[in-house]
């Protein structure tokens, strides 16, 4: 009887220490990881074009680059007036299995680098898998928990015909020895209430 309690013991402690880790949520045989209450991610495949959340055109749109040449599609951002909206989506022979991001505020530089100034991919407060791999990934991040000048890295790692490769989205190199890049923007820059912005 004692060794029953101590397995069932044993059992639901096992199942605490699962539950307080980050938080995973399942969706078919996609995987996504999140750090932070204030995000959500959607997926897609095929035509994206009635997958858009918010505008006709995204207020900033920059490309998707892989193995440090393959122009394999674009990471856009736009902004719904609460969410801003990060979207991964790839070419047509490409396609997304896993993606990483990172973002916070530029001046408090809450990208996780390396001492010698490498992104620490591992360490992105949200990712997501794909199996089978998809065309769009699309990441909400609440606006009030960015300043004016914010900065992000969008990683992702694509399948296409030259095989497996590594992907950011085209921006400013990291110190480090590395290719990999992260992107500086403003939020006025999708500000939907400007007069001049006729989105």
């Not at 999140?34 to 035509?47: I, L, M, Q």
């Not at 995204?58 to 951002?77: F, K, R, W, Y």
């Not at 609460?82 to 530029?106: E, F, K, P, R």
């Not at 809450?110 to 769009?136: A, L, M, Q, R, Y």
Request: glycine letters at 8%; proline letters at 4%.
């Amino acid at each position: 009887m004692k060794k029953i309690s101590l397995i069932a013991l044993a059992f639901i402690a096992t199942l605490f220490t699962i539950s307080c880790e980050n938080e995973e949520t399942f969706v078919d045989n996609n995987t996504v990881t999140n750090a932070d209450p204030n995000f959500r991610v959607t997926t897609a495949n095929g035509n994206t074009a009635s997958q858009r959340a918010s505008y006709d055109e995204p207020c900033m749109t920059t490309n998707l680059i892989a193995g440090q040449n393959h122009i394999v599609g674009t990471v856009s951002v736009d902004f719904d007036g609460v969410d801003l909206i990060i979207t991964y989506t790839t070419n047509a022979d490409w396609s997304i299995q896993a993606t990483h991001l990172s973002i916070g505020n530029c001046a408090e530089q809450t990208i996780p680098t390396t001492g010698s100034g490498n992104p620490k991919i591992g360490h992105f407060e949200h990712s997501t898998t794909h199996n089978p791999d998809v065309d769009v990934v699309t990441y909400y991040i609440d606006s009030a928990a960015l300043t004016e000048n914010y900065c992000f890295a969008a990683h992702a790692e694509v399948n296409g015909p030259t095989g497996g490769e590594t992907a950011w989205a085209e921006g400013t190199d990291f110190d480090g020895n590395s290719w990999a890049m992260y992107v500086e923007a403003l939020l006025s820059d999708c500000n939907v209430d400007d007069p001049g912005n006729d989105r």
